[in-house]
């Protein structure tokens, strides 16, 4: 059911998608173009500009939900909810200041707090999304609860927009906890992981954990009392709240050292300034989401372990093979994020392959919402959509 | 009256019981009218549809045997779990194969280093818990009818719970699907992993009604135990001040693990059913319960007690042990059956408003009640807006079931009217099918069979459930232009 009027931002886009329907016009479809790095190399024909389509469509901080038009900057949406005392419960990066709310929820992208509370999927109530025939439609709501239909709404999150334009969506946002405190310890890469594996196992309020260089990173939020017991069974020295706060702004952004790459030649991967100045050579920054108790043998030298040790941060030299049989084995799957200079991306795409299931499921799925094939063709998988010419 | 939903004509092929029997042993495949009886309906008890012939395997080859089979002869076919749904999800096709998982009711692993278990889909929902109990886990979820209904359905409806608000519905709950598809291939959605590559399928297939694959194993989060919990119990003399009393606890700040409300109907066929120790002379209850650390539950109970009174609430009350917060919620758990023991019949909506809207709609649908002539009670999940109003009929009075029908419907629509959702956690079944035409506009339909089409697009999986087709939509708000907003109740309705 169309709730919300159209505005003229939205009957430019729709007017644009229903033009590149009729004349089969390969559309890349952009917000602050942020996250452009990520996924594959589009072969775009036109871009759609979604960045101008801006606004806070509703929100009331006691149903704990917004509803935002996509091209709202991810900034300005977090810091109006600020302003409630509420987050997203997500912690999105944002990967630059023209961050938009359409482009962090079709990359689909969680922050540190992610396993302790949710990933931008989970927190996706509804969107009102175009499809590649023009038309407007409506999935899911502004409720929490909400089984009515397939879920196409969550469908969306990470779809790096292959199967539609995000005009607006709704998200649930939570209240920021009361206090917040990081503790640092050091840690061998196995006693992070064993005490990381420990602390999952009881009911404590982390919103945080990151090892790298020998330091064990766990924030706490919650109460005082919640705080002040958590840090006895946490250990480990408190840093001051400002430093701790640039601490994991930085990881959230990926502007530690530990994400540096050597991208400068424009290969579809180029950095955007923000990866970091390293000099790491043909090494590529690839990012494992496993089973948070895989052991530290079975992904040797990681740069960064964050997730409770379900995500691992690699910048390596190794083939996309021997990346992604390793996260294979534990349970999960490799995603080329960021390519070395010098080395392309391989040829069935940066994400690791899908079953071949899942691969016809989202072929189909792909013509159910596109059946052109003109958004976004190849940026979730090569072959996912037409190609040029 | 036909109470078949589907618009499909009949096509029965017995041939097809023929070869059930080649493919699984004599016991697994019933067609006798005693063995089938049992299977023609689930909680939906209104609807009710003897399957062709049902086929109980036990192996996953099996159910790709059973599917390709199907697949093949282009019969339909219905999955099936516990049959607790309340939507009419599992109810059988009079030409179709009743595809039950019941024997499939094995906990496969509890993996306690990555908090997670793998079951199979007809193992219970409070059997999971039970399971992870020696490891100080659980799994979250928990519906009412969680000694009874099964984590595949759990899965196929997106089944939430009274614990919802802060720890999520089946699709927050759950990392990894086995699925076989209606060609009968087996495939796999989501990971062990936090997230998995691609479209994320395993979104999509929860809450998907079983139209768009069969579900064969699970993989379920676990969380661990807070160290404590404790209720409140709080009395009010209007359901609108308990409303408020919601949107305070909320705004300010604090994320209750339950927040339960009952109206005075509810909570007089409660306190009489199990002795919850309700009070029973007022308009409303509410039940808030906190976990978390002991120092930390005990500052919030006060909280939570200073905000209840300053909302009005005439009385408030903290369990004074865990026998008395379990009893609480006993009162709460029963409430449905509790309902039943007072009424011949009653018919369960579950719509979902935004919270601010709870007084305005409750008036409404007190003022509906009365035009209906229904007594309606009502329990409402106040923490997320999941209202379900209970409406109380008797099936042998000539005319009251399709009146409590066209009763739940205008309710439902209230619902859309207001912001909200036509089923918030029971499902569309075919119970709903006229007011997803409400809820949503033929582009969008079109848009869901386009994606039951790119699973399957013989139609063979669950047909005529969950998405109506634009021909209904279009007889039903004939029925909307003709008669106004549905003030024809005796007309029958599906």
New interface residues.
């Given amino acids: 059911?169309?709730?919300t009027a159209e505005t003229d931002a939205e009957q430019a886009i729709v007017e644009q998608v229903t033009t590149a329907w009729s004349a089969e016009r390969l559309v890349a479809i952009q917000g602050g173009g942020t996250k452009a790095f990520y996924g594959n190399r589009v072969a775009a024909e036109t871009v759609l500009d979604c960045s101008v389509h801006q606004g806070v469509v509703a929100y009331?901080?006691?149903?704990?939900?917004i509803t935002v038009r996509a091209g709202t900057p991810l900034a300005a949406v977090e810091a109006l909810l600020a302003e409630h005392?509420q987050q997203f419960p997500f912690e999105p990066p944002h990967f630059g200041a023209a961050a938009t709310i359409g482009g962090m929820v079709a990359a689909?992208l969680s922050g540190p707090r992610?396993?302790y509370a949710?990933?931008v999927?989970?927190a996706v109530l509804g969107v009102r999304v175009l499809?590649g025939k023009g038309?407007?439609?409506?999935?899911g709501?502004?409720?929490?609860?909400?089984?009515?239909?397939?879920?196409?709404s969550?469908?969306m999150?990470?779809?790096l927009g292959?199967?539609g334009v995000l005009l607006e969506v709704s998200l649930k946002v939570?209240?920021?906890?009361?206090g917040r405190i990081t503790l640092v310890q050091e840690q061998d890469q196995a006693g992070a992981l064993e005490l990381m594996?420990r602390w999952?196992?009881?009911?404590l309020?982390i919103s945080g954990t990151a090892w790298l260089e020998g330091r064990l990173h766990v924030r706490l939020a919650?109460?005082d009392?919640?705080l002040?017991?958590?840090q006895r069974i946490i250990g480990g020295a408190p840093m001051a709240v400002a430093e701790a706060d640039a601490f994991w702004l930085a990881l959230r952004e990926q502007e530690l050292d530990c994400f540096a790459v050597d991208s400068l030649t424009g290969d579809g991967f180029a950095g955007d300034g923000f990866a970091g100045d390293g000099l790491a050579g043909e090494r590529s920054l690839w990012r494992l989401?496993?089973?948070?108790?895989t052991a530290a043998k079975a992904i040797p030298a990681p740069d960064l372990i964050e997730?409770g040790g379900?995500?691992r941060w690699l910048r390596s030299e190794r083939s996309a093979a021997e990346v992604r049989e390793m996260a294979r084995t534990?349970?999960?799957?490799a995603?080329l994020f960021r390519a070395g200079s010098g080395r392309s991306a391989p040829r069935d795409g940066v994400?690791?392959?899908?079953?071949?299931?899942?691969a016809r499921?989202?072929q189909?799925?792909k013509?159910?919402?596109d059946p052109a094939g003109i958004f976004n063709p190849g940026r979730?998988?090569p072959g996912m959509g037409r190609t040029a010419g | 009256m036909s109470r078949i939903p589907d618009e499909r004509p009949l096509n029965p092929k017995p041939e097809v019981v023929d070869g059930l029997r080649r493919l699984l042993p004599r016991e697994s495949v019933l067609t006798t009218e005693a063995e089938l009886a049992p299977y023609e309906c689930d909680g939906l008890s209104a609807f009710q549809q003897r399957p062709l012939v049902v086929a109980l395997p036990e192996t996953v080859e099996q159910v790709q045997a059973v599917m390709r089979l199907c697949h093949e002869m282009e019969v339909p076919v219905v999955a099936r779990g516990a049959g607790t749904g309340l939507s009419g999800g599992a109810l059988p096709l009079a030409d179709g194969v009743l595809l039950s998982l019941a024997k499939f009711n094995r906990i496969l692993g509890i993996?306690?280093?990555?908090?997670s278990a793998t079951v199979q889909p007809g193992v219970r929902n409070l059997a999971i818990s039970e399971a992870a109990a020696g490891?100080?886990?659980y799994y979250a979820p928990d519906p009412s009818s969680q000694i009874a209904c099964s984590i595949g359905g759990n899965v196929a409806?997106?089944s939430?719970g009274v614990h919802?608000?802060k720890y999520?519905?089946t699709?927050?709950n759950i990392l990894k699907l086995k699925l076989i598809?209606v060609e009968g291939?087996?495939?796999?959605?989501g990971?062990?992993?936090?997230?998995?590559?691609?479209?994320?399928?395993l979104?999509?297939m929860?809450?998907?009604e079983g139209?768009?694959a069969v579900i064969v194993e699970v993989t379920v989060k676990l969380?661990?135990?807070?160290?404590r919990a404790q209720a409140l119990l709080a009395a009010f003399d209007s359901v609108e001040q308990a409303g408020a009393a919601v949107?305070e606890i909320?705004?300010a700040?604090?994320?209750p693990a339950g927040l339960e409300m009952m109206d005075r109907p509810a909570i007089r066929a409660a306190e009489d059913f199990v002795h919850a120790g309700y009070p029973t002379d007022v308009e409303a209850i509410l039940i808030c319960e906190l976990?978390?650390?002991n120092?930390?539950v005990?500052?919030?109970v006060m909280r939570v007690r200073d905000l209840l009174l300053a909302s009005g609430a005439a009385d408030v009350r903290t369990a004074a042990d865990d026998a008395e917060r379990l009893r609480f919620w006993k009162g709460r758990k029963a409430a449905f059956p509790a309902v039943g023991r007072i009424s011949p019949d009653y018919y369960c909506m579950d719509g979902?408003?935004?919270?601010?809207q709870l007084g305005p709609v409750l008036r409404q649908i007190s003022a509906l009640s009365e035009q209906y002539g229904l007594a309606v009670a009502n329990v409402f999940?106040a923490?997320?807006?999941?209202l379900h109003p209970l409406i109380l009929y008797d099936a042998n009075n000539p005319g009251e079931l399709e009146q409590a029908e066209a009763l739940g419907g205008a309710i439902l629509e209230l619902c859309?009217e207001v912001?909200?959702?036509?089923?918030?956690?029971?499902?569309?079944g075919v119970e709903?099918l006229n007011q997803?035409c409400?809820?949503?506009?033929s582009?969008?339909?079109n848009?869901?069979h386009?994606?039951?089409?790119?699973?399957d697009p013989k139609r063979l999986l669950n047909p005529g459930k969950?998405?109506p087709t634009l021909h209904r939509c279009a007889e039903f708000g004939a029925m909307h232009v003709h008669h106004g907003e549905l003030k024809f109740p005796e007309l029958p309705r599906f």
Avoid at chain 2, 438 to 441: D, H, M, P, S, T
């Fill in positions: 059911m169309t709730e009331e901080p006691t149903e704990l939900a005392g689909g992610r396993p949710a990933s999927r989970d499809n038309e407007v439609l409506e999935f709501g502004r409720v929490m609860k909400n089984v009515a239909g397939y879920d196409l969550r469908l999150a990470g779809s292959v199967l939570m209240p920021v906890p009361p594996q999952a196992g009881q009911a309020p919650g109460s009392e919640a002040t017991q958590t989401s496993v089973r948070s108790a997730w379900a995500l534990a349970g999960g799957h995603t994400f690791t392959p899908l079953n071949p299931v899942a499921l989202h189909h799925l013509r159910a919402f979730l998988y | 993996d306690p280093a990555n908090r490891h100080g886990l409806e997106n939430g919802c608000l999520g519905l699709v927050h598809s291939e087996l495939f796999e959605v990971a062990d992993a936090l997230d998995s590559p691609g479209l994320d399928l979104a999509l929860t809450g998907s139209m768009l969380l661990p135990k807070p160290e949107a909320i705004g700040g604090i994320i976990d978390g650390f120092a930390e005990s500052f919030d979902t408003i935004p919270r601010r999940h923490g997320d807006g999941n859309v912001g909200g959702t036509v089923t918030g956690e029971h499902g569309v709903k997803m409400v809820q949503f506009n582009a969008e339909l848009q869901m386009a994606v039951k089409a790119a699973f969950a998405v």
